[in-house]
DNA sequence: ACTCTTACAAACCAGGACAA
DNA sequence: TTGTCCTGGTTTGTAAGAGT
């Protein structure tokens, strides 16, 4: 006979190297512990310890066994989690992973609204930099993210579209000439230049990539958009960045469309864990029901 | 000799399976 | 639902082996 309790004392004994803490650790008495591991050996048919008085060892076999054993034991313990979070208390709870940026512009109206419309729905929010969403994504530790110009398979719902905008020193001479109609863009990479990498570094769906134009004088490159606009602000250099990222404070920055509208979207997409949950459907039935801007 | 650790046996208990 | 049987685990007591 085999259970749990035989593979959590194995890998006790494996990591105390003593029976008797071993048994203390999970809770059984020494002699049920002895008895446990010769019952298991017998059932095996396979000897998986070397008893000496000051330490107890794996055997070759017991080597092989022990690597099964903390497998069997952790994808138990997964399940416990999963039992867990898909508890009464979790299910109406939304996980839901976005980078700080977008956090400031998007998040708050977003929950507010889904307070009113949808109040039993809690979200949970994370912040991470694009690189930890995607991969929150992809190992379902999150519910949904939102990403930029999320692919069309990902099963996204845009929340928001906007396009991108040039942001100049007001003294910088671009932006004292005459920029009735926008920007050309491969003017405005001929200048020092801010890159904000913002929500962009895994797909590179920026402004820049999808001109496949590089700057030519790199001053900075930084995560964050308001950080951009903040050094733009201070003289070092012009940026892109979504419209709708430009806060009402700036103040020392020239703000223009580029003359060749590029397109940005940004997407709630799911986790393969979320599209089963019914609070992150709640939640993109809420955007789906929301006028896109 | 003493201590520590492990192994073993016997009695007992708890829980599950099953039949009535 | 209840009683019986079986299985697995615990406790208690004891013995053996090895280190100090």
Known sequence: MMNLTHWRLLIAI??????????????????????????????LGVQLLVRTRGRVLLTSAGERVIRHAKTMVAEFEAI??????????????????????????????????????????????????????????????????????????????????????AALPQSHPVALSDLTGGIDICALIREPFVV???????????????????????RATVRDWHTALALAE?????????????????????????????PCEFGIVPSAMGSRSCAVHALLDHVRATKVE
Do not use: Y
């Open 14 to 43: 494996t990591e105390t190297g003593n029976i008797s803490k071993a048994a203390e650790r999970v809770g059984i008495t020494q002699s049920g512990a002895s008895q446990a591991i010769s019952s298991l050996e017998e059932t």
């Open 234 to 262: 201070n003289g070092l250099g012009v940026t892109l960045v979504p419209a709708i990222a430009v806060p009402n404070w700036i103040s020392n920055l020239r703000i223009v469309p580029l003359s060749s509208p590029i």
């Open 80 to 165: 416990k989690r999963l039992g867990k979070e898909a508890g009464p208390a979790n299910m109406n709870r939304v996980q839901l992973a976005s980078s700080p940026t977008v956090c400031t512009i998007l998040v708050p109206p977003l929950l507010g609204a889904l307070k009113r419309t949808h109040p039993d729905v809690r979200v949970v929010l994370l912040e991470g930099n694009e690189n930890d969403i995607a991969s929150w994504l992809k190992d379902d530790k999150v519910d949904a993210g939102i990403v930029v110009n999320p692919p069309h398979d990902s099963g996204a719902v845009i929340l928001c579209r906007s396009s991108w905008v």
């Open 196 to 218: 904000a990498t913002s929500c962009c570094a895994i797909n590179r769906e920026n402004a820049l990539h999808s001109s496949t134009l590089s700057p030519e004088d790199v």
